[in-house]
């Protein structure tokens, strides 16, 4: 959990992520499927997310980064949407979501599109987003966006499973008196890539997408260890 000023962050798992910031409620990466090796979310709050209970009450957008089964299921989004009507949802342009569903939930995405190290923008008042489209980091994958979420005084970048190659895209984006970058744990394997994020100079700096142990069936958890002392 991450509370600065009126922002409130909370890290789900995987690539998923909870904003808060005033009456702005926003999830990144938070409806995925099961069917995958990385972690499973908790039953609770998977059914909290879907029917919009609890915490999650009032969901204002939706964020995709990309449409693999560890950060995307369109069932479960398909699900959320009746549920939560008022909810913006933001996904790539290859997500596959029935037309005739969409139309019975009454939800208009904003599908992404995008030339690879530009930024984009979408702007919503309270809320402004800077998107970019970049390469996914272990093999080529054609729509991979990563976000960042300006709120005031502050801003939450999320890279997902971006490319760390292309580093330097990052020093595009617009950074705030309070800044917060998530980056993928794989981004700590790499000497360079751990002193380029250093010289951007975010206020906190978290890594993500790091399995449990018990379904670390590449030992993820010992390599970035052995980095980190």
Not at 138 to 159: F, M, S
Not at 172 to 200: D, G, M, N
């Amino acid at each position: 959990m991450y509370t600065k000023e009126n922002i409130r962050i909370r890290y789900l798992t995987n690539c998923a992520v909870f904003i808060e910031y005033g009456t702005v409620k926003i999830i990144v990466d938070a409806i995925f499927s099961g069917k995958q090796p990385f972690n499973i979310m908790d039953r609770e709050t998977e059914e909290e997310i879907l029917n919009g209970t609890g915490e999650f009450e009032n969901i204002n957008y939706v964020l995709v980064t990309h449409c693999h089964n560890d950060h995307y299921n369109g069932s479960k989004l398909l699900k959320f949407l009746k549920n939560n009507p008022q909810a913006k949802l933001i996904v790539p342009s290859n997500a596959r979501l029935d037309a005739d569903r969409l139309e019975e939930v009454r939800a208009t995405p904003i599908f992404l599109t995008g030339e690879a190290g530009k930024i984009q923008n979408l702007d919503f008042g309270s809320l402004h987003i800077e998107y970019m489209k970049t390469n996914h980091l272990t093999y080529r994958y054609p729509d991979h966006y990563i976000y960042n979420i300006i709120l005031g005084d502050a801003n939450v970048l999320l890279t997902a499973d971006m490319d760390y190659a292309a580093m330097e895209w990052l020093g595009q984006f617009t950074k705030k008196k309070y800044s917060v970058v998530f980056l993928c744990h794989i981004f700590l394997w790499h000497r360079k890539w751990r002193e380029q994020i250093e010289a951007l100079n975010y206020t906190e700096t978290f890594f993500y997408h790091l399995p449990d142990e018990e379904r670390d069936r590449n030992s993820y958890r010992k390599k970035s260890a052995d980095v980190l002392g």
